[in-house]
């Protein structure tokens, strides 16, 4: 992958804490465990990562709004990252259907972050699709971080050891 911008390293940081969460909170979900309001909450930010995936896929797939989502560019790179989930994961959906597939994993997480139910089958496929997403995610941050230069000490001036 290429090299990340500050903005983009923040956003990939976070989407990685969302994904690794959102993961947890749909298991505790299917063993049918008490979530609280700042879980609902979290479970809303991993919805609008999916927004955001959605949208990244109107975009390529040339499509209108869709959804109540307009395609954008912003969502390309986490479309990116979905697109290798949905490869590791053995699916194979043809192009067209990416957004449909996107946009109805956003509606069952909006659904239960309001505290509305879903089909176990659909919490076990978004739990999965979270648990590589995270998974891909870290390992972007893993290899970026093995590809920073070595003289990248505080604001960028150049690190130097202590003579002991």
Do not use: W
Not at 9 to 15: D, G, I, V
Not at 30 to 56: C, F, P, T, W
Not at 118 to 128: F, G, R, V
């Amino acid at each position: 992958m290429a090299n990340f911008d500050f903005t983009e390293r923040m956003q990939t940081h976070y989407y990685g804490f969302v994904a690794t969460r959102v993961c947890t909170l749909l298991e505790r979900i299917n063993k049918k465990r008490v979530l609280h309001e700042k879980d609902y909450a979290m479970l809303k930010d991993g919805a609008n990562i999916m927004s955001q995936i959605a949208s990244g896929s109107l975009l390529v797939e040339n499509k209108t709004e869709e959804g109540g989502l307009a395609p954008s560019i912003d969502g390309l790179t986490v479309f990116g990252r979905a697109l290798s989930v949905l490869s590791d994961l053995g699916n194979d959906l043809k192009e067209g259907a990416l957004s449909d597939l996107f946009i109805r994993y956003r509606d069952c997480l909006d659904n239960l972050a309001q505290k509305k139910t879903a089909a176990n089958a659909d919490i076990d496929t978004l739990q999965s699709f979270f648990s590589v997403l995270s998974d891909v995610i870290h390992n972007d941050i893993k290899s970026e971080r093995l590809n920073l230069p070595n003289n990248h000490g505080l604001f960028g001036m150049q690190s130097y050891q202590i003579a002991r």
